[in-house]
C-alpha cells in the first residue's frame, strides 16, 4: 500500500484523571468538562483596541480563555476595559509585583496567573490570595522550569527537577491554604519536554487541581509546535490536563488554532472546521498534491463545516483509502472523482476539484451525507471512476514508481 491516509475516524479513548472542576469567567476547567485551549496576547494591554482585536481573532480560532500580561498600571486600566467587551475569559498574567495582581482583579479580570518564582513573599502571596477568595476568582499557579524560586533551585542540586517544580506548586498551595483559598489550577512548564513530562507525572499524583498543559518557550513554528504537541499530547494520553497552551514564537493565533487541531485530532473536543486529510503522493499522482491540499486548505479556511475531507492523488487507489472521509476528491486522466463516504458521486475537470469539494462538503454539512449520495447518480460515476483507474493501470502498472525497473538497472551495473 502507498497512501497512508486514516479510513476511519476514532473517537478518544483516553480515560481522563478525575481533578475537580473551577470555573473561569464562567468557562468549566476541570472535573471533566472539555479540555480547554489558552493563548495569550502579543499586544501592549494598554493598548485596548489592538489588545480587543488580537483576543477576537483568537476566539475565532479556537481560544476559550485568554492571558493578557499585567505588568504596569496602565496595562491593569487597559484591562478594565477589555474585560467587559472580551468575548472570552480573561486572565492576568503577574509577575514580580504583587500589586499588579490587585489592580487586575480591580479591573474585573476572571483569573490570575501567579508565578511562584518570582512572588515570593508571603504576606504578599497571602494578600493576593485572601483578595481571590473574597472575589471568587481562581488562580493559576504556575511554575516555570527557568524561573523557579533560588531556594527550591538550591535544594535540589542547583538543577531544575520535576521535584522542585512540583515542590514549588505546593508551596504556593500550602500559602493559598492558610487564607483557606483552594480555587487554583497549576502548571509546572519547562522548555525541555521530558521535563515537563515528567513534572506534570509527579504533579498529578499529588494534587486533584485542574492542571494546565504546557511546553515554555517551545520556540517557533515548526520546531515549537513538534515540541509542544510531543509534551501536551503525551500527557492527555496518558489523561492528564485540563487546559493547553501552544507558546510559540509566532502570531498567538497559530497557537489558538494548534492547540483546537491537537485537542479535535485527539478526540476530545468536538470537531469545528474541516478535517482536511491527503496522501502524501506517489508516482501515481496524477495531480500536484501539495498545492491541491494546500489550495482546499484556503478554500475552506476557518469555515465551521466539521466534515473530514480527503485530497487524493490518484483514483487508483484514493477513493478506497480514503473511504472513511466524508467527501474526498482523487485525480485520473485529468479529472477529478468526487466520493462520498466511498461512494463515487460525480466527475468533474481537473480545474474545478476544489470548488466542487467545497460545494459538496457544504451539501453534506446542510443536508447530510445520505441526501447527497440520493441526489448523485453513483452508479455512473463509479463506471467512470473504474474506466480512469483502468486507464492509469494500464499506462502506470502495478509498479508506478518503477521500482523493479530500477532494481534491474542497478543489478546490471554491479
Ligand atoms: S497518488 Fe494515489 S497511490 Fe499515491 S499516495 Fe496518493 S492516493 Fe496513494
Known sequence: MTCEARAVEVQSSFERRRTRRINVGGVPVGGGAPITVQSMTTTRTADVEGTLQQIYDLASAGADIVRCTCNELEAAEGLAQIVPRSPVPIVADIHHQYRMALAA????????????????????????????????????????????????????????????????????????????????????????VPLMIEAYRQLSETTDHPLHLGVTEAGPPPVGLV?????????????????IRYSLTADPVQEAKAGRQLLESMGLRERKNVDLIACPSCGRAEIDVYAVAEQAMEAFGDREIPLQVAVMGCVVNGPGEARGADIGIAAGNGRGHLFVRGRNVAVVAEQDMVQSLVQWAEMIHEHGAEAALAKADTVAAAREAERDRRRLLDKQGEDANQAEEKIEMIRKRV
Request: with cysteine; aromatic share 4%; glycine share 10%.
Open 105 to 192: 482583579l480591580d479591573a474585573g479580570v476572571h483569573c490570575l496567573r501567579l508565578n511562584p518564582g518570582n512572588i515570593r513573599k508571603p504576606e504578599h502571596i497571602r494578600a493576593v490570595a485572601s483578595e481571590c477568595r473574597d472575589r471568587g476568582v481562581p488562580i493559576r499557579i504556575g511554575v516555570n522550569g527557568g524561573s523557579l524560586h533560588p531556594d527550591l533551585y538550591r535544594k535540589h542540586g542547583d538543577r531544575v527537577t520535576p521535584e522542585a517544580m512540583v515542590e514549588s506548586a505546593q508551596m504556593e498551595l500550602d500559602f493559598f491554604r492558610e487564607v483557606d483559598f483552594d480555587d487554583v489550577k497549576i502548571s509546572v512548564k519547562a522548555s525541555s
Open 227 to 243: 515540541k509542544s504537541t510531543a509534551g501536551i499530547a503525551a500527557l492527555l494520553a496518558e489523561g492528564i490536563g485540563d487546559t
